[in-house]
């Protein structure tokens, strides 16, 4: 069992910048944090859950949706076990709750559906008035 824990959520104003922390443990034997692929998901109040952005475990390739491109970069630190979501210039359509997710998966065009994900985060709240 994997277990995924977010950091770093909270009230920002538009414009503004926050970075959000996702911490990998409790990995099973053979299964370091480095070998999996981990993504970033949202769901605003009303709306479905949407793919933001990944980093897979194959020279750490990314991949962005469209409405966040330019604004966020995802990295990870796997020394931490720990993948980071930097958020810049944020916009009030930005508010959700942010998810985390990890997957032995690597193929970047997979990474961007949310049921290729085989752990998930509890979600940390992002809220970006104007």
């Known amino acids: 069992q994997v277990q995924l824990v977010e950091s770093g959520g909270g009230l920002v104003q538009a414009g503004g910048s926050l970075r959000l922390s996702c911490v990998a443990s409790?990995?099973?034997?053979?299964?370091?944090?480095?070998?999996?692929?981990m993504g970033w998901f949202r769901q605003a109040p009303g709306k479905e859950r949407e793919f933001v952005a990944t980093?897979?475990?194959?020279?750490?390739?990314?991949y962005y949706a469209d409405s966040v491109k330019g604004r966020f970069t995802i990295s990870r630190d796997n020394a931490k076990n720990t993948v980071y979501l930097q958020m810049n210039s944020l916009k009030p359509e930005d508010t959700a709750v942010y998810y985390c997710?990890?997957?032995?998966?690597?193929?970047?065009?997979?990474?961007?559906?949310?049921?290729?994900?085989?752990?998930w985060g509890q979600g940390t709240q992002v809220t970006v008035s104007s």
């Open positions: 997710a990890a997957t032995m998966k690597w193929q970047l065009v997979l990474l961007r559906n949310s049921h290729e994900y085989e752990y």
């Open positions: 409790g990995r099973t034997s053979g299964r370091t944090f480095s070998s999996y692929s």
């Open positions: 980093i897979n475990w194959i020279g750490g390739s990314t």
